[in-house]
């Protein structure tokens, strides 16, 4: 059965730090791109980031370009979120997506396996 954990949320006040991870069960992820997503309550789910299936590209949306970084470690099944200089805008439920094409896709129709999600909160 496979799926898709993420863990790593909580909350944390403006200026700090979260690392997220995705734990990847049931399949090997070495083929398969990954991505972040998050929605805040009330809005439409957002790109955050990806990466595709060996690390050579990554992408990132506009509001977290310089201040997140995603990483992989495929001989472990993970995918990393590091996030820094959080702001209270970062406030959302965040989810791990993966997808069988191997690319680093930004929409939400790119993967075909998502997690449960996890919360993060930011306080100003």
């Known amino acids: 059965h496979e799926q898709l954990v993420e863990s790593g949320g909580g909350l944390v006040q403006a200026g700090g730090s979260l690392r997220l991870s995705c734990a990847v069960s049931?399949?090997?992820?070495?083929?398969?791109?990954m991505g972040w997503f998050r929605q805040a309550l009330g809005k439409e789910r957002e790109f955050v980031a990806s990466i595709n299936w060996n690390g050579g590209r990554t992408y990132y949306g506009d509001s977290v370009k310089d201040r997140f970084t995603i990483s992989r470690i495929n001989s472990e099944n993970t995918v990393h979120l590091q996030m820094d200089s959080l702001k209270a805008d970062d406030t959302a439920i965040y989810y791990c997506a993966a997808n069988d094409y191997g690319i680093a896709g930004q929409h939400p129709s790119d993967y075909n396996l998502w997690g449960q999600g996890t919360q993060v909160t930011v306080s100003s």
């Open positions: 049931g399949r090997t992820i070495g083929s398969h791109g």
